[in-house]
């Protein structure tokens, strides 16, 4: 990949649903991946001829945010207006109608990308953070994009880390908004159970309240990925950056890169049904082999953060990579 491929990056489209990305908050990962990928110099190519590869820079969060009137059927506007930039893309050029899209793509973390890109868009390349195999996520086509709840656009990997194993008291901890059935029931069996186990609602999000969610994610040896509405949640992203083994209750959920990483080795999955038995299944884990996966989180790291200026096998280049590893997958030998 590194030497080989070359993307075209569509210039038409308005900000600031287009090329103008946001840089904070839970869904960062498509606004980060926007801002690097149109300032890359290595992969990017401004004549199309040239390209393995065209991207739709678009944001689908600020495209909920601008043109959603909340009433039930103005999502299809939103659908509409992806429809019309398409036609105008394929009215000034010849790449999309050439594959049916299958060698475009595009990055989208709101909940709805996955809705609003199954139809127009189905043939490209989608890398979305609601990977839910469920409602059409294609594996083998699509990327899972994982979610990154950034802080500060001026230093993503700001308080990265977290504490050793002998440092870390609490076996298990939750926090978090009472988003879909999941959650109630997590703490409907768990809340205030075990001295070990901080299973709670959300927190306040003053300053102190923020630093202490991150001090038990750093003090604890599991962290609790479960699902909200959608499958996907920032926190598998936050047990990495704060070096705690995830343990993942989402059971549509594809986790991101697993065609090239081994998320058992440095991560726990728990079925739906079975969150009456977590305390068991963590406590059936050796402590030796809790050792061995928080090395292995610490590992995989690196492939979790963004950089102002990418570093190999980071964030950036590992969504790339799966986008081009599906690509080539899909291309029959002629």
């Known amino acids: 990949m590194e030497s080989i491929l070359k993307v075209y990056i569509y210039k038409e489209g308005e900000k600031p649903i287009f090329h103008q990305p946001n840089l904070r908050g839970i869904y960062a990962s498509e606004g980060w ?27 689908s969060q600020i495209l909920r945010t601008i043109l959603y009137k909340d009433s039930s059927s103005s999502w299809k506007n939103l659908e509409k207006y992806l429809k019309n930039y398409l036609d105008l893309i394929r009215g000034k050029y010849r790449f999309w109608d050439r594959t049916d899209g299958a060698d475009h793509f595009l990055v989208g973390c709101h909940d709805w990308a996955l809705k609003l ?46 504490n050793p194993p002998s440092k870390r008291p609490l076996l298990a901890f ?59 949640t920032p926190r598998v992203v936050e047990a990495i950056f704060y070096e705690c083994v ?51 989180v610490k590992m995989v790291q690196r492939h979790f953060l963004w950089h102002k200026k990418p570093v190999k096998y ?13 690509r080539i997958s899909q291309v029959k030998p002629r």
Not at 314 to 326: C, E, G, K, R
């Open 246 to 296: 995830p343990v993942i209750i989402s059971d549509n959920y594809v986790p991101p890169f697993f065609e090239m990483l081994n998320w058992e080795a440095f991560s726990v999955f728990v079925l739906e049904k079975d969150i009456p038995n977590l305390r068991n299944i963590l406590l059936s884990i050796t402590d030796e082999k809790y050792i061995e996966m928080q090395k292995r």
């Open 174 to 232: 939750f926090a978090g908004s009472m988003h879909g059935d999941l959650r109630p029931m997590l703490l409907h069996h768990w809340e205030n159970k075990e001295a070990d186990m901080k299973i709670v609602g959300s927190m306040p999000r003053d300053l102190k309240g923020k630093e202490t969610y991150r001090e038990n994610m750093r003090s604890s040896k599991y962290c609790i990925c479960a699902k909200g509405y959608e499958v996907h």
């Open 33 to 59: 991946f926007i801002k690097l990928m149109e300032g890359n110099k290595q992969f990017v190519v401004r004549d199309p001829r040239k390209a393995h590869l065209f991207f739709l820079p678009f944001s």
């Open 314 to 326: 980071d964030l950036f280049h590992m969504i790339l990579h799966s986008v081009w590893y599906n």
């Open 117 to 162: 890109t199954r139809n127009h868009m189905s043939k490209c390349i989608r890398a979305l953070c609601n990977s839910n195999i469920a409602k059409g996520f294609k594996i083998g086509k699509d990327v899972t994009l994982p979610v990154t709840a950034i802080r500060s656009a001026e230093n993503p990997i700001k308080d990265l880390g977290g």
